[in-house]
């Protein structure tokens, strides 16, 4: 089991940065994808940016080039840099994890992931 608890989230004005962390303790290395997933109230969960155990990053298109995902000790920690950050940025972020064996073919999508954080709030004002 794989328990995953984020932190980071805040409140900030459109053009800043922040940086949303998630610690990750239990079977990680059996975690063969993990990411970072955004959702709106009304709106489905869309993945923002995965990592596979190859070390190959996915992003969506809407935050390519102002968002970074990393990783860091043994899968333990797990990193969202957001900058330049835009009003429709806001949003419940969560971390997830998975151990399905062909996570890798869809970094992004939230039905190969099976581990949950309980999320952090962003909230992007203009």
């Known amino acids: 089991q794989v328990h995953l608890v984020e932190s980071g989230g805040g409140s900030v004005q459109a053009g800043g940065s922040l940086t949303l962390s998630c610690a990750v303790s239990?079977?990680?290395?059996?975690?063969?994808?993990m990411g970072w997933f955004r959702q709106v109230p009304g709106k489905e969960r869309e993945g923002v940016a995965g990592?596979?155990?190859?070390?190959?990053?996915s992003y969506a298109d809407s935050v390519k080039g102002r968002f970074t995902i990393s990783q860091a000790g043994a899968k333990t920690n797990l990193y969202l840099q957001m900058n330049s950050l835009k009003p429709e940025d806001t949003a419940m972020y969560y971390c997830?994890?998975?151990?399905?064996?062909?996570?890798?073919?869809?970094?992004?999508?939230?039905?190969?992931?099976?581990?949950w954080g309980q999320g952090t709030q962003v909230t992007v004002s203009s």
């Open positions: 990592i596979d155990s190859d070390g190959s990053i």
């Open positions: 239990g079977y990680t290395y059996g975690s063969n994808c």
């Open positions: 997830a994890a998975s151990n399905f064996l062909d996570c890798w073919r869809h970094p992004l999508q939230m039905s190969h992931f099976n581990f």
